[in-house]
């Protein structure tokens, strides 16, 4: 049967059910999935052969030998089956040991040529170097293209009972059988493909699976690049893969653009007022600006969704609250939705401090808020007596009914994806959308995570901020840092000691916070009022807690990390994290951001245990020098990549089969363009249908969000 790339894998020689069923589960159902899913994670070169006696331990090496003996020994204990070979090369001659795979004994024959790849050990049982388990291929001398050895060999995780190897095998042949004619379609429009001279899809995933030199080149060279994904074939996938992605995106902002919002919100004079009288401040330039823009979308025929990024302590809180009594004083509801139940209680506060000299009313609402204040609660916002409501996600479940929402603010947002965000845009007639990031994003990852919305930038921090002084501490000197917390509180500031949670250790960590807190408040700072804060506390609790620090009740906040997000009390002038090793880059810029935000100075204290990695010691020393939310943030991504920036909670990252926007950012911005300029095009040539932008839509959700359409 000749192969084809919807062949089913299950046809292919030497795969039985079991195989077939563990490719399966990887996704991969047919010869194309298996090529373009399941490419090399490294490569190994294999192109040089060692002599046996110059052999080292440790490194691995290539070497061609020729089978002297074979035995099979079996060991008395736990019945272990050795085979044993003698090999030699024209140097000298060393034992190769294969353990537990009796069919070798049918395989390896004395005086055979076989070429192995291996990593010479020393074990206690024989002398000399010896190696064990080493990949190896038998030279039968017909000339055929070796697979495994004499060239730089693909390595592949395993699949189920797939063994790397054999997967080896198995691409290699069907790569070979598929043949010249087969090909994949084309999904770049054809002018990007010229501009880059790009090879074929097909073509890009033989020579990722085979590579091989270019004219002249080293395989050390090679190696370098393969590792680099520098390679034209990888920067074909990857190219590829930015540019569907943001398609997709930029077709979801242009499809909402499109659709008309059925509410009109006018600014004059009156709604200006209105607006005027609920700051407590005169706003920063960047802070006008932003509200222009974001009022210039509200007052337009097209649904706004905006993300507003400003670094921690810029002031977004009260952009959002005058971009709500904008909409209220035309007549709508508004929602502001929070990340933890403590931040949507700080918010309700400020709110209803700010809102006090206004007719609107506010609804508070979120999965603690239960019984008959949950009933009142929707039944306010059903009603519409309810203008503003703030909360949790719980906002949006079911039974949640709004009289005519116009608005909705998501703050510290960056833990929702694209997808979930759509949902949340259904919602009822379509409200305009405003979200707040917490954590600065490096410019590469907004356009990935938020290439769907408009972006605004808070650019410049209230006046009077006086900049943060950090500090860091070794443990041992923790006697020295709590007199410098002692004399920030006898001058009458607050201070805030954290403690880590991390979650494997969650337990102890927080028994370790409770036992703190105990001895700061009965021995250390016995003269303060010390509370503690933690996620495990009932939510009246935190709320009274908070309340307490806030109005300086409290002087000492030992915390857990939950003092992360948002956080606003001025007052308090020096922070002091324990551990503060533990903790990544923008979560060290997180806490840091709750202090330095009042008229004094103030100091964080980053402390660091006994043995701190190298890595770890950097990013203190990060935090030392910048107080810069972009570079922190831009440090952190190239530190720990993508995935652990966003930490495991995300579900908005997409799955892609080749890219990483740390690696290649600049292909990320390429692809942007190239994406931006055939969506213009399409537009301008009318030949941008809904129905075909609908099926482009179909295909980019599976393509990238399986996981998460359900
Ligand atoms: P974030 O952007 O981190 O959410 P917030 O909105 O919580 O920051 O604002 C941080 C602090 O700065 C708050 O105490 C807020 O009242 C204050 N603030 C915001 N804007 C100004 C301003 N223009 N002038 C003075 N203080 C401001
Ligand atoms: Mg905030």
């Not at 179909?698 to 393509?703: G, I, K």
């Amino acid at each position: 049967m000749a192969l084809a790339l919807d062949t089913p894998v299950g046809a292919l020689q030497g795969i039985g059910p079991a195989r077939a069923d563990a490719l399966r589960g990887a996704g991969i159902q047919s010869l194309g999935d298996l090529v373009r899913k399941h490419t090399p994670f490294r490569y190994e070169d294999r192109t040089c052969f060692s002599s046996v006696a110059g052999l080292r331990e440790g490194r691995q090496v290539v070497i061609r030998v020729e089978i002297v003996s074979v035995s099979a020994v079996r060991t008395r204990v736990r019945r272990f089956r050795i085979l044993e070979l003698l090999v030699r090369d024209d140097s000298a001659s060393m034992i190769v040991k294969f353990f537990n795979q009796p069919y070798l004994e049918k395989v390896l024959q004395r005086g055979q040529q076989v070429v192995m790849f291996g990593e010479p050990r020393r074990d206690s049982y024989s002398a000399g170097l010896v190696m064990q388990n080493p990949e190896f291929e038998i030279q039968d001398g017909d000339g055929e293209d070796s697979i495994h050895t004499g060239r730089i060999v693909p390595v592949y995780r395993r699949l189920g009972a797939f063994h790397p190897r054999t997967l080896r095998t198995t691409l290699y042949g069907v790569l070979q059988e598929l043949g010249e004619a087969e090909q994949l379609p084309e999904v770049l429009p054809p002018e990007v493909v010229r501009r880059y001279d790009f090879p074929s899809r097909m073509e890009a995933l033989r020579r990722i699976h085979f590579p091989e030199p270019r004219p002249g080149e080293a395989s050390a060279d090679l190696m370098e690049r393969l590792e680099r994904r520098d390679t034209r074939y990888h920067q074909r996938l990857i190219f590829e893969e930015f540019f569907r992605f943001q398609l997709g995106l930029l077709v979801t902002r242009s499809r909402r653009r499109l659709q008309p919002k059925q509410r009109t919100v006018r600014v004059d004079r009156r709604v200006r007022e209105a607006v005027k009288s609920i700051l407590p401040f005169h706003p920063t330039g960047a802070q006008k600006r932003v509200l222009g823009e974001i009022v210039r979308d509200l007052t337009s025929s097209c649904v706004m969704t905006r993300l507003l990024q400003g670094d921690v302590g810029s002031g977004k809180t009260i952009v959002a609250l005058q971009a709500q009594v904008v909409v209220m004083e035309n007549g709508y509801q508004t929602a502001l939705m929070a990340p933890t139940e403590i931040l949507a209680e700080q918010h309700c506060r400020a709110f209803a401090r700010r809102l006090a000299d206004t007719p609107y009313r506010i609804a508070f609402l979120t999965g603690a808020v239960k019984g008959k204040a949950r009933r009142e609660a929707l039944e306010a916002i059903r009603s519409g007596e309810a203008r503003v409501v703030v909360g949790t996600h719980a906002i949006f479940q079911k039974g949640v009914e709004f009289q005519n929402l116009g608005l909705v603010v998501i703050d510290e947002q960056h833990r929702f994806g694209v997808l979930q965000r759509s949902r949340l845009m259904k919602k009822g007639e379509r409200p305009d959308t405003l979200v707040m990031t917490a954590t600065p994003i490096p410019r590469t990852l907004a356009l990935t995570l938020y290439g769907d919305l408009d972006l605004s930038l808070i650019d410049e921090m209230p006046p009077g901020r006086q900049p943060i002084r950090t500090i860091l501490k070794s443990g041992a000197n923790r006697e020295e840092v709590y007199r410098l917390v002692r004399r920030q509180l006898a001058a009458g500031r607050q201070a805030y000691l954290v403690y880590p949670l991390i979650e494997e250790s969650e337990k102890v960590d927080l028994q370790a916070a409770v036992e703190a807190a105990e001895h700061l408040r009965t021995e250390v700072f016995a003269e303060f009022e010390v509370g503690l804060l933690h996620g495990r506390l009932p939510s009246e609790e935190k709320d009274a807690l908070m309340r307490r620090f806030s109005n300086g009740e409290v002087q000492v906040l030992v915390a857990t990390t939950v003092v992360e997000v948002g956080i606003d009390v001025p007052n308090a002038t020096i922070m002091v994290v324990e551990h503060a090793d533990r903790f990544g880059l923008s979560q060290l810029h997180q806490l840091r951001g709750r202090i330095g935000r009042g008229e004094h100075r103030s100091y964080c204290i980053l402390m660091f245990g006994r043995r701190v990695s190298p890595e770890a010691r950097e990013r203190l020393e990060v935090m030392r020098r910048s107080s810069d939310g972009f570079e922190i943030a831009e440090k952190d991504l190239e530190l720990r990549g993508p995935g652990e920036f966003l930490g495991t909670r995300q579900s908005g990252l997409p799955g892609f089969l080749f890219a990483n926007f740390v690696r290649d950012r600049k292909l990320l911005d390429a692809a942007r363009l190239e994406a931006e300029q055939y969506l213009a095009r399409l537009e301008a040539e009318g030949t941008a249908t809904p129905a075909r932008l609908t099926r482009l839509l179909q295909r980019w959700r599976r393509e990238f969000f399986l996981s998460e359409v359900g």
